[in-house]
């Protein structure tokens, strides 16, 4: 028998869908809460799975664990909690957030071509202006992903369906897709949508043909700043940044004097320096920028919960048949590598 505990909202179907497995019982907690807290001994105790957002404070006392499964893309909630060393497979929610984010890099290229907020100060001000600068398109611009996991391929997908071509800027090379979840006939599964692949090495030719920079990477201790004067000075100057991945991988200070200076057309972002960023911080003011609130992709988003739901229904599934698991984390990973 497989115990399995949920501490976390579930999608009705999906969790009739695990009560029907064989040799599986479900129990879930309720109400759940977004945090870490202790929960009762003699409900954890017989635990072989859980499904959460947080460990409990007192996992210790799960002798029996063997699967987790987190309903976040971030896993730092599980480093240094000696998962692997005790022999538990965790895996995230990597994938459920493609399509939002994809879709909001999409949006911000129209807008920041087509200048939306200086016609949307236009009709707050009951102006009638029908400048070129507002009717431009991003057909057969070149957009630049730094970074080619779930939402640089998504984005890939839709991008080519809009006439752009893709640049891809990657550490080694762009493969097939690996176990990790995401929403069907959604993506590029082979690998096989960019236009021009380029490394590292060759980081100053990719960011000298962009048209849009898109961030994709995720913000490690090598990552935090790799964006800084020299990359937003070889960029062109009609080109725009676009940041849904982690404020910090741009540095402050730098993308403030691009924007300042005129290095870069404009900006679209969507994660931040500060949480929340501050009414009186210098970025709400620029004319060619577009602030959103770390809301591109979130547990909000209309189809997260069927989605993070369905990953874990999947996993229970695999697991049960000793295949592998989606989205499955690495002992390096678990340990902060």
């Known amino acids: 028998m497989l115990n399995i505990l949920i501490d976390m909202p579930v999608y009705a179907p999906v969790l009739q869908a695990l009560q029907r497995l ?18 009762p001994t003699d409900l954890i105790r017989d635990c072989d799975a859980l499904f959460c957002t947080f460990l409990p404070e007192n996992y210790d006392e799960m002798e029996r ?19 692997a060393e005790r022999g538990v497979r965790a895996c995230n ?23 939306l907020r200086g016609l949307i100060r ?3 001000a009951g102006i009638w202006d029908r400048s070129a600068v507002f009717q431009k398109e991003i057909r057969g611009s070149v957009v630049g992903l730094w970074g080619y996991g779930g939402i640089g391929r998504e984005t890939a997908r839709l991008a080519k369906a809009l ?11 762009v493969s097939k897709r690996d176990a990790s979840f995401a929403v069907p006939e959604t993506g590029d599964s082979d690998g096989s949508l960019p236009d021009r692949i380029f490394t590292m090495n ?19 201790a090598t990552t935090t700043g790799i964006v800084g004067e020299n990359e937003l000075r070889l960029l062109p100057p009609h080109a725009f940044l676009l940041n849904p991945a982690r404020g910090p991988l741009v540095q402050e200070a ?29 970025l709400w003011q620029f ?23 369905s990953i874990f229904l999947q996993n229970v599934s695999r697991y049960q048949r000793f295949e592998p698991l989606l989205n499955e984390l690495t002992p390096a990973q678990l340990s902060g590598q």
């Open 287 to 309: 004319p060619n920028v577009i602030m959103t609130p770390h809301i591109s992709g979130s547990s909000l988003s209309p189809r997260f919960l069927e989605r993070v739901s």
């Open 163 to 173: 006439g752009m071509t893709v640049h891809v800027l990657v550490r080694q090379e």
């Open 22 to 39: 064989p040799n599986v019982k479900v129990a879930v907690i309720d109400p759940p809460e977004e945090k870490a807290r202790v929960l």
């Open 202 to 220: 060759e980081k100053d030719a990719f960011l000298e043909g962009l048209d849009f920079l898109i961030m994709g990477i995720p913000q490690t």
């Open 122 to 124: 236009n009709q707050d």
């Open 93 to 115: 929610a990597l994938g459920v957030f493609d399509v939002p984010i994809a879709e909001w890099n999409i949006a911000m290229m129209i807008n920041l071509a087509r200048d």
């Open 65 to 83: 664990l063997k699967l987790v499964q987190i309903a976040s893309v971030g896993y730092t909630q599980l480093v240094g909690k000696a998962l």
């Open 254 to 282: 730098a993308l403030l004097r691009a924007l300042r200076e005129g290095w870069i057309a404009g900006a679209a972002l969507d994660t931040h320096y500060q949480y929340p960023m501050p009414p009186d911080h210098p």
